[in-house]
């Protein structure tokens, strides 16, 4: 692995598994309780960051299908959306790929991470190994959403082991 990208694998699979941590025991009517009307539910920030990696995964260069592509194309907010998938759906979705986008990673090397992206993210940095930056911390961002929500629905905190 360029060793530039080893500090984003390890953010990457801390995150792939407080994912998982933050929505464990809680139900899908816990998931789908928003705080405010102005505010998402974990049910839609869960759906958010399987459609994320799943960007990544397009990025590093996988084709896979993503199960809610449908659900969410053209949706910008929890507003727009005509229901959320289960828990379990979400749980598998982000197991499916992210297996698939951590061997990949393992294989990107220097030309690879240096490829301008193209990407309207907010950075600077156009490169591939920007965009993975971004979307790293973009995916910490959500998965701390994610932690204050299960708080906020009675369950305990979530747990990084």
């Known amino acids: 692995m360029d060793a530039r990208l080893a500090p984003l694998y390890e953010i990457f699979k801390l995150n792939s598994r407080i994912y998982l941590n933050c929505l464990d025991g809680m139900d899908d009517?816990?998931?789908?309780?928003?705080?405010?009307?102005?505010?998402?539910s974990a049910a839609f920030i869960a759906l958010h960051l399987v459609d994320t990696?799943?960007?990544?995964?397009?990025?590093?260069?996988?084709?896979?299908?993503?199960?809610?592509a449908s659900m969410v194309k053209g949706r910008k907010s929890i507003a727009e959306m005509r229901?959320?998938?289960?828990?379990d759906e979400l749980r598998d979705a982000w197991k499916g790929v992210t297996g698939e986008v951590r061997v990949r990673l393992g294989q990107l090397g220097?030309?690879?991470?240096k490829q301008d992206t193209g990407s309207k993210l907010p950075i600077d940095d156009k490169s591939l190994l920007g965009a993975l930056t971004f979307l790293m911390q973009h995916e910490s961002y959500h998965?701390?959403?994610?932690?204050?929500?299960?708080?906020?629905?009675?369950?305990?905190?979530?747990?990084?082991?």
Do not use: C, T
């Open 29 to 40: 009517d816990q998931a789908s309780w928003r705080p405010s009307d102005n505010s998402n």
């Open 53 to 68: 990696r799943h960007h990544i995964a397009g990025l590093v260069g996988l084709k896979l299908e993503n199960p809610f």
């Open 83 to 87: 229901g959320l998938p289960a828990l």
């Open 110 to 113: 220097e030309a690879e991470l």
């Open 143 to 161: 998965i701390g959403q994610l932690g204050l929500l299960r708080k906020q629905v009675g369950l305990p905190a979530m747990i990084y082991g």
